[in-house]
């Protein structure tokens, strides 16, 4: 019965907001979210905090609409929001995208990046962008072997700006802004994915104003909560959309 007003609900597109549940005043209530279901030996290597892949994992498990994943690397990412769609049972008919330039060589690494040899050449970066099929092969056998590959819709290898993504989605995980450049490269998407409403995650965001200033030139928030203020670790933000550059609120 549950399921059925559930998916009476979906149909409608009138389900309850579930992550809007998990602030109050705009701030992040850590008893709400839902523990992660894997100890952080389940992951492979990257750079997200437990926090942050918790937040990730619940975002998952209980947003509305369409995911897609800007910056996925190898998969730490990818493999908490996998976990939610594994648990939240409805990755049948909620899409997951997941893209990343999907690096195949060192020199395209440190000139996508902006980054030195000195820095790709580091075991952690240059063995997965050596291995046969590049970052993206390791991506999807860290999500194969996790028993998570099937809760991936499609795995997509390019720029962000001008892969085919959908139309909207309801919740976007953006690895991406780490400078002004890099934001004003996935800026323009962004503002087409998301709608008032959406959800947008973004790492390594809270350091500087200014980046969440050159973001908001594309997207802006009825809130966007800075992660380190529940651990001093977290780089990351969340907020519920309020309008784009390309769409206006509700
Ligand atoms: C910090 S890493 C992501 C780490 C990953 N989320 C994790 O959990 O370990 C950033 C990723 O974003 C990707 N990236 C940056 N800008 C991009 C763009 N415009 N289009 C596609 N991928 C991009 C890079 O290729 C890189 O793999």
Not at 135 to 164: K, Y
Request: aromatic residues 10%; glycine residues 8%; contains cysteine.
């Amino acid at each position: 019965m549950f399921s059925q007003i559930k998916s009476m609900f979906r149909e409608q597109g009138s389900e309850p907001d579930r992550i809007g549940s998990f602030f109050q005043d705009g701030k992040l209530l850590l008893d709400r979210l839902d523990a992660l279901p894997e100890p952080m030996s389940f992951f492979p290597t990257g750079w997200m905090t437990p926090l942050e892949l918790q937040v990730l994992y619940n975002a998952a498990k209980y947003g509305r609409g369409d995911f897609l994943e800007i910056g996925t690397w190898i998969g730490k990412s990818s493999t908490a929001i996998a976990l939610g769609r594994r648990d939240a049972g409805d990755w049948r008919t909620r899409k997951y995208d997941a893209v990343d330039f999907g690096f195949v060589s060192l020199t395209d690494f440190c000139s996508a990046l902006a980054v030195g040899m000195e820095y790709a050449a580091q075991d952690e970066i240059a063995r997965p962008v050596l291995t046969p099929g590049g970052t993206m092969a390791v991506l999807m056998e860290n999500l194969r072997s996790r028993g998570l590959l099937d809760t991936v819709t499609s795995v997509i290898r390019g720029n962000a700006a001008d892969v085919p993504v959908r139309e909207h989605y309801g919740v976007v995980f953006c690895d991406a802004t780490h400078n002004e450049a890099e934001i004003a490269v996935v800026g323009p998407m962004l503002s087409r994915a998301l709608r008032p409403g959406s959800w947008l995650m973004c790492d390594d965001i809270h350091e500087h104003q200014h980046l969440v200033d050159a973001l908001s030139k594309y997207v802006t928030f009825d809130f966007f909560h800075l992660l380190t203020h529940s651990d001093s670790q977290s780089k990351a933000a969340i907020g519920r959309v309020k309008a784009t550059a390309a769409h206006k609120p509700r």
